[in-house]
Structure formats: structure tokens, C-alpha cells
């Protein structure tokens, strides 16, 4: 048995129930096997993927808080600490049900990678709750955040493990967060990013994930000698990352025909009205009805249904497996040039391998949803020098940063004969950098 299907049988075997922590390993893992087996002797003498698919520590803990009704909640809280041979940990902290220990080891797994990507020195780190905050009162999020970051607040710090936002945390959340960490510690540090503006948060970070998907995907039609201008986009997702990437999309001169949410879908083919989805979304926090309501060229579905319309890219921005076999052989069906992940591991491994199979360009979400920790860490260089900097000025370093990973997932694809496969590209790029200093740094 090679040393790569050791470890990935060992994964599973070791941490059973995990399904999505296996998945991701076994993604990177298997597109990482001709580095390996370049350097399998060394590699296996010093364990070295055995220490990189284990935290280097994880906190599980109890978050319990009072409801509206005088009711106590409790929830459980999470932080795993991944990585951090090439700077603190860097990861955001993820509100929803359906977190649990497996999830939050698979998205700080695959956040080591992509932090190695952005170029900056940023280790590898997730955390979050399986608490909902939807539905809540702001009394209710404000007593949740304030009892997670009790216990949260003993274990990061902003030179050891800066969270961010994900899935259910926003500027909201973070600002309750900061400010019962400042409480507690006495510290005015930058231990989170995505704060607000008036306290430390830097210009561009909201728009930072969805405008980075944009830069990269640019670039790649760039590089195939083609632009974004005209181009017929699908988006999924109603959220932080979807807005943004579609407001870009349009910036560049393509035109956003969907966008979705947990229960249903949008086709508007006069093009995605942002404003309206900031106003539904952002601001009123409702359903895509209210958008479908609003606006007569748009029509809404319950359920699930984007990668049907016809496109010439598609940018999967809600969730991970949400575009699974059948939705790929739909878009490769309709002509879809490229696909780029705006949310974590959103496309399954098979819709992935048809994709690419059948001559789709594909750049995984490690590479070109990097632009949100990217900018975070941009945060992290403001907050340490007690500086901001102007939205020009953050904007064109994310943007410069998202031109140079294109540059570099497909540099390494090539170098290792597998040129336009930038998943393979991706994990290796970010796997050297991480390998050379975990090597470099001694058994630890
Ligand atoms: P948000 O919470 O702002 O938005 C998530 C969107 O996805 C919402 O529209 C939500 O619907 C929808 N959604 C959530 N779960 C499901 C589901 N099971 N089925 C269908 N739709 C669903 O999150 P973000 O936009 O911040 O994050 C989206 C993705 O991007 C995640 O995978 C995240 O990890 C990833 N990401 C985010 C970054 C960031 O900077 N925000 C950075 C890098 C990656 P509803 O409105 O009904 O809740």
C-alpha cells in the first residue's frame, strides 16, 4: 500500500463519523501523490501526512445562553487548530446546525492549503457552533456570542489564532465577539477579522470573498483568451460570498441570471438586481419570496435547481455538496466553460472529476474562494500597525493576490504534468510551502 492510502485508510479509520473530514482528506491527499511519491522516504520517515492531517489541537465546549423566554439553551462550541507552521491559526467560525467536529476538522484542513496559497503567513485553523441564528432575537445572538467567546476567548489571541466569519457570522456576531473578548482579556487586539469599520475592520473584507472569485475567474479566462464581458453566470447562494460575486460579475461585464437560498432558487434572466438581494438578505434577513416579490422579471422555486440554466460559468456560493453529479452533467450539457468555487467544497468529488473530464475549467474553492482570508490577514497587517488602508489600496492588493494564485495553482500543475488541473495545482502549491517549513521547524 503506497503512503498516501495508508493515511487516508488510517483518517478513516481514526476518526469514524467524519465523512466530510474524509472527503477533503482524500481529495488532497490523492491530488497531492505525485509530490508525495517524489519524496515518500522522507516524507514517511518524519510522518510527515500523518501530522498534517491532525490537529495540532482541538476545544470542544458547552455554550449555554438564555432565550427570550427566560429559557437555557445550550449549544456546543468548537476551535481546531490545525496548522500553524507558516503563522497563527486563521479560519472562521462557522453558526449553524449542522456543525459538528467533522465539518469544522474538514474546513480547517483545507484551510491550511489555501492560507499557504494567498502567500501571506497565515497557519490553518476553523471553528464555530451548531447554534442557528436564524429566527433569533439580537438579545438572543448577542447572549450566544457573549457565552461562546467566554470560553472561546482563552484559547486565541492576535498573534496565536485570529478567527473570522463563515456561514452565520457576520459583522453582527463579530462585533458581539470582540466585544466580550476586550472585556474579558483587557485587550485591544486584532483577534478577529470582519470587524467593524469604526473598530478595526478593514475596507473590502465584506466584498473580499465574492470579488476574489471574480479576480481569479477573470484571470482564467484572461489566460484562455477570453473576458467576462457578456458571459451568461449562475450563482448559488443568497449570502455574503453570492452578493458580492455577483456584484463583481457585473462590475466585469457578465450577467448573474440565479442565486439561491436554503429553500429555494431565483432565475431572473434581466440579471440579479444587487441592491434588492442586499435589501432581502442583509438588511431584512428574509426569503428569496421577497425578492421574487419584488421584482416581475424574476421567478422563484422551492428547492434546489440553478445548474439547469444555461451558462457560461458557474460559481457555487452556498455550501459544501451542493453541486453534485447530475447538476455537472446539466452544465457540461449546456455549454458551461468554467466552473469556480466561491463556497468551501461545494462541488461532490465526482461532479468534480466530470467536470474536469469533460474539458470544464475548474479552480476548487481552496484557490479562488481565498480572497475573504486573504484580506483578512490584510486586516491582521492593519490592526498590528494601527493603520487603515483605503478600499483602492486593499482592493488592488486582493486583487493582485487572486492573479497571482491563478499563476500559481496553474505554474504547479504544470511543473507536475498535469496542466489545467488546478485542484491538483491548488493543493500542491499550498502543500510545498506548509511541507518545507513543518520540515524545516523539526518533528513538532
Ligand atoms: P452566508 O451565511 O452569508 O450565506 C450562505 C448562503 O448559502 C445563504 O444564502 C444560505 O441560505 C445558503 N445555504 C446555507 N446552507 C445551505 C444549504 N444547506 N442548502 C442551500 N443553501 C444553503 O455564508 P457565506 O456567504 O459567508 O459563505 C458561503 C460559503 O462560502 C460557505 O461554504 C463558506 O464556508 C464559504 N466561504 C466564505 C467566506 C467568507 O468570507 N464569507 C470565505 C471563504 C469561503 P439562507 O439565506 O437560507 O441561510
Redesign the pocket.
Known amino acids: 500500500m503506497s503512503y498516501v492510502d495508508e493515511v487516508i485508510a488510517k483518517v478513516i479509520e481514526q476518526n469514524p463519523a467524519e465523512p466530510e473530514f474524509h472527503q477533503a482528506v482524500t481529495e488532497v491527499l490523492e491530488s497531492l501523490r505525485p509530490v508525495i511519491e517524489a519524496n515518500e522516504e522522507a516524507y514517511k520517515k518524519d510522518a510527515l501526512l500523518e501530522r498534517i492531517v491532525n490537529p495540532e489541537r482541538q476545544f470542544k465546549f458547552r455554550v449555554p445562553w438564555v432565550d427570550d423566554k427566560g429559557q437555557v439553551q445550550v449549544n456546543t462550541g468548537y476551535r481546531v487548530q490545525f496548522n500553524s507552521a507558516i503563522g497563527p491559526y486563521k479560519g ?1 467560525l ?1 453558526f ?1 446546525p ?1 456543525v459538528n467536529l467533522g465539518i469544522i476538522k474538514f ?1 480547517g484542513f483545507e484551510q491550511i492549503f489555501k492560507n499557504s496559497l494567498t502567500g501571506l503567513p497565515i497557519g490553518g485553523g476553523k471553528g464555530g457552533s451548531d447554534f442557528d441564528p ?1 429566527g433569533k432575537s439580537d438579545r438572543e445572538v448577542m447572549a450566544f456570542c457573549q457565552s461562546f467567546m467566554t470560553e472561546l476567548c482563552k484559547y486565541i489571541g492576535a498573534d496565536t489564532d485570529v478567527p ?5 457570522v ?1 459583522g453582527r456576531e463579530i462585533g458581539y465577539m470582540f466585544g466580550q473578548y476586550k472585556r474579558i482579556r483587557g485587550l485591544y487586539e486584532g483577534v478577529l477579522t470582519g470587524k467593524g469599520l469604526t473598530f478595526g475592520g478593514s475596507l473590502v473584507r465584506t466584498e ?2 465574492g470579488y476574489g472569485l471574480l479576480y481569479i475567474t477573470e484571470e482564467l479566462f484572461k489566460d484562455h483568451g477570453e473576458t467576462l464581458e457578456g458571459k451568461t453566470a449562475v450563482v ?7 452578493i458580492y460575486a455577483i456584484q463583481k460579475a457585473h462590475q466585469l461585464g457578465a450577467k448573474v441570471v440565479t442565486c ?4 429555494g432558487w431565483i432565475y431572473d434572466p434581466e440579471g440579479i438586481d444587487v441592491e434588492l438581494l442586499k435589501e432581502v ?1 442583509e438588511v431584512k434577513r428574509a ?1 428569496l419570496t421577497e425578492y421574487a416579490a419584488a421584482r416581475p422579471s424574476a421567478e422563484y422555486h422551492e428547492g ?1 435547481g440553478v445548474w439547469q440554466i444555461p451558462c457560461d460559468v458557474a460559481l457555487p ?4 455538496n ?1 453541486l453534485h453529479l447530475d447538476d455537472a452533467k446539466q452544465l457540461v450539457a449546456n455549454g458551461c466553460k468554467a466552473v469556480c468555487e ?3 467544497m ?1 462541488t461532490t468529488i465526482d461532479a468534480t472529476k466530470y467536470l474536469q473530464e469533460n474539458g470544464v475549467w475548474f479552480i476548487g ?1 481552496k484557490a479562488s ?1 481565498a480572497g ?2 486573504a484580506t483578512s490577514a490584510l486586516e491582521m497587517s492593519q490592526n498590528s500597525e494601527r493603520l487603515s488602508w483605503t478600499f483602492e489600496e486593499v482592493d488592488k492588493k486582493l486583487k493582485d493576490i487572486m492573479v497571482n494564485i491563478y499563476h500559481n495553482i496553474d505554474d504547479a500543475a504544470k511543473r507536475y504534468g498535469c496542466e489545467g488541473d488546478y485542484v491538483v495545482g491548488a493543493n500542491i502549491a499550498g502543500f510545498e510551502k506548509v511541507a518545507e517549513a513543518m520540515t524545516a521547524q523539526g518533528i513538532c
Open positions: 472562521g462557522r449553524h449542522s474546513l436564524k473570522a466569519g463563515d456561514i452565520g457576520g473580499a470573498t448559488s447562494g443568497a449570502g455574503n460570498v453570492a439561491s437560498d436554503s429553500t438578505k426569503r434546489r456560493c452556498a455550501t459544501q451542493e466561491g463556497a468551501n461545494p474553492g474562494n475573504g482570508v
